[in-house]
């Protein structure tokens, strides 16, 4: 279950992320109450699930989920560069984020 919660967490932080750029630094209202929303709600996730998990994996799984979600949102709604070395990249985290999941431990 703490591993959902990163998960879900590292999904809203893709949300904040986006809104932030959308916000055109806080002068727009929406953005600007959107951000608020998903980061209360991703750093409040994350931080109900680190007491049960490890910091050094849960905190590499949420900001690789934010981080390949932020760039690929980018790509696919914001006209975001595309590239074979960023879509591999991209991948590796993606992968990294797998590995790391697999190898966190619960107390």
């Given at each position: 279950m703490a591993w959902l919660l990163v998960v879900v967490a590292g999904v809203l932080e893709t949300g904040f992320a986006v809104c932030l750029k959308l916000s055109h630094g806080f002068t727009r209202l929406w953005p600007t109450v959107a951000f608020?929303?998903?980061?209360?709600?991703s750093f409040g996730l994350l931080t109900l699930s680190l007491k049960k998990?490890?910091?050094g994996p849960a905190y590499a799984v949420w900001t690789g989920i934010g981080a390949a979600g932020t760039a690929i949102y980018g790509m696919i709604f914001l006209g975001d560069l595309v590239s074979t070395l960023k879509?591999?990249?991209?991948s590796f985290?993606?992968?990294g984020v797998i590995?790391?999941?697999?190898?966190?431990s619960a107390h």
């Open positions: 608020c929303v998903f980061a209360l709600g998990l490890d910091v879509i591999v990249s991209i985290v993606i992968f590995g790391l999941q697999l190898s966190g």
